[in-house]
């Protein structure tokens, strides 16, 4: 399924992507290590940024990470070895896994439940399926601002627009359970930023999510969502949380289930 990617697949992203993922490793990655052997198909692996991390905490897996996008795997080949990386479409991936690995994917995808349906016959009997999405619903920071706001709202309203789910973190568990998984379970993976943590202030405030809603600005003004002062106030109010006397709250939330 070749879904409207509305971040873009500029070099700024990828960028973004790769301070995304080495930021919140310990986050996203905890609990998560596949036994050596063990097939493993990472669906929608963009430019490799979480397949870094796959294959550093599971070396002896065997990994198959798969997107849609030519220009993405391109660039994912460049920064991990030892993966067999293939181009297609969610819907077009056949064979059998005893692990399924998707993250920051589901969000783009205008039937996230019959996506999963189709992972799930790609699993053994046994198998396991782990899915890692936000919601950008849990962002609130301080200071508090409504043009800040807005411009999240923007970028909720494009990837709504794309067919996509930007708030889609909170409806893991009911998709899984949908999709016929059993022994589903989900937990929120939480990021608090405050100056205390300057890693995460650069990181994760300024780099992953303030760039992330800065990346829509061209769009969103274009489409009449907001005007372009209103947007600039935006996103100034955004950088704003990142100084000192501010602070950044979000929580991605992590699922895992099996095919019984």
């Known amino acids: 399924m070749d879904t409207a990617y509305v971040h873009g697949y500029t070099d700024p992203e990828t960028r973004r992507l790769g301070d995304q993922a080495d930021t919140l490793a310990e986050l996203l990655h905890a609990g998560t290590a596949y036994p050596a052997g063990s097939r493993v198909l990472e669906a929608g692996c963009g430019v490799g940024a979480q397949t870094v991390h796959l294959v550093a905490r599971s070396p002896g897996a065997h990994l198959t990470a798969v997107d849609v996008s030519a220009t993405s795997l391109a660039r994912a080949r460049k920064q991990v070895r030892g993966v067999d990386f293939r181009q297609a479409d969610l819907f077009d991936l056949d064979g059998e896994y005893d692990h399924v690995f998707v993250c920051f994917v589901l969000e783009h995808l205008p039937e996230p439940g019959k996506a999963l349906a189709h992972l799930k016959t790609l699993l053994r009997p046994g198998g396991t399926i782990t ?32 067919g996509g789910d930007g708030l889609i973190g909170r409806r893991l568990h009911p998709l899984l359970t949908g999709a016929g998984f059993g022994d589903v379970t989900v937990e929120p993976r939480t990021v608090y930023v405050d100056a205390s943590r300057p890693e995460l202030v650069a990181g994760f405030t300024r780099d992953t999510f303030t760039a992330m809603v800065e990346g829509v600005g061209e769009t969103a003004v274009a489409r009449g969502l907001i005007t372009q002062d209103r947007w600039d106030h935006g996103v100034a109010d955004l950088h704003r949380t990142a100084r000192e006397d501010g602070t950044f709250h979000y929580a991605f939330f992590k699922a895992t289930g099996s095919r019984t």
Do not use: K, M, T, Y
Not at 132 to 151: I, K, L, T, W
């Open 131 to 162: 899915v890692v999405e936000g919601d950008h619903g849990s962002a609130f920071f301080h200071p508090r601002s409504e043009h800040a706001q807005a411009a999240i709202d923007c970028l909720v309203r494009l990837q709504a627009d794309a």
